[in-house]
């Protein structure tokens, strides 16, 4: 059967490619490694992931997606390429229709660009769709119904707040603070407060193994090795899960408040709507412990996280792309 059409979701963490009836068939980092002699691409995705702070001069490891979008057009475009031809199997009889979720938040340049990569990357055809939308789709909200929800989904780069009714969003705010900004935060920590510097990994490592947005009764604790910043040389330190929360504080009251702003403009049908169904949070950084606590307690809206928060918007992107018609009216732009 020869693929016509994709959705991906091209996340500055991760990129999710979805194949009607198929499902999610790739699921690799965002990461692309260039040679800087001949700047000929080496790796994509997990392979280059693992060169992370990792490479020589001559090898640039990089993310060409910064905060929910393109901080460098051509490595973005090598890298949709690398995935779609992944996802053809190498078959390249037809050019695909390909939808791409974007932040709600984005700029028409900053659309443009993506729908520019896409075409060049070897698509048919470019759809863009806002990430609350696909991320409600792939959450099973029956967004299409005349009834206010509210989803939150939070990536590497950004966090979307929407609340949804009848298939298009009534109010939104997107703010770019996600996964990487808590990662970078966690690091600035360790190194203010041990002295020692930890790379990109590491501090993800902690965030996902020991981190928490609440503090915790029973606090967690793990060991990791960095570079002491005073003699140069390698040191380990046991890093707790109270270190993280004080951390990612500012990063978390960021979100509290942009979901704040959308509560506020919420008209009170569907504010009503919203409290008695709760808001739904999906994304990566959902995963995070006590996530979805903290929004509850912060605007005293019910919250909890979605089935497989990850895979919301590659299975939301997917679901719309199978009915294309249907979803016109969301989608942004196409070409």
Do not use: W
């Amino acid at each position: 059967m020869f693929i016509k059409k994709i959705g991906i979701d091209l996340g500055t963490t991760n990129v999710r490619v979805y194949v009607p009836k198929k499902g999610i068939i790739i699921n690799e980092p965002s990461v692309v490694a260039i040679s800087t002699l001949d700047k000929k691409i080496l790796a994509v995705g997990r392979d280059a992931k693992e060169m992370l702070g990792r490479t020589p001069d001559t090898i640039v490891a990089s993310r060409p997606m910064k905060d929910g979008v393109i901080a460098d057009y051509k490595t973005t475009e090598a890298m949709l390429r690398y995935f779609i031809n992944k996802a053809l199997g190498g078959v390249k009889l037809f050019r695909p229709e390909v939808m791409v979720a974007v932040p709600g938040g984005i700029t028409s340049t900053e659309r443009r660009a993506v729908i520019d990569a896409t075409i060049a990357a070897g698509a048919k055809a470019a759809y863009i769709i806002k990430e609350p939308i696909v991320a409600a789709i792939g959450a099973d909200i029956p967004i299409g119904s005349p009834s206010g929800y509210m989803i939150i989904e939070i990536g590497g780069g950004t966090m979307e707040a929407a609340v949804l009714s009848l298939g298009g969003i009534v109010s939104s705010a997107s703010v770019r603070v996600g996964g990487n900004r808590l990662d970078a935060a966690i690091a600035e920590h360790v190194r203010r407060r041990y002295n020692v510097a930890v790379g990109e990994r590491t501090a993800e490592d902690i965030k996902i193994q020991i981190g928490s947005a609440l503090y915790l009764n029973d606090q967690l604790s793990m060991e990791v090795t960095g570079r002491d910043m005073i003699q140069g040389l390698p040191k380990r330190i046991t890093v707790t899960s109270h270190d993280v929360t004080e951390a990612i504080g500012n990063a978390l009251e960021q979100m509290v408040t942009t979901i704040k702003e959308v509560l506020h403009e919420t008209p009170p049908e569907l504010s009503a709507d919203v409290m008695e169904k709760g808001m739904v949070v999906s994304g990566g950084t959902s995963q995070l412990r006590n996530l979805a606590e903290l929004f509850s307690e912060a605007t005293g809206v019910p919250a909890m996280v979605a089935e497989e928060p990850a895979l919301c918007v590659a299975k939301g992107t997917g679901v719309a792309l199978e009915n294309l018609e249907s979803y016109k009216r969301s989608i942004l732009a196409s070409r």
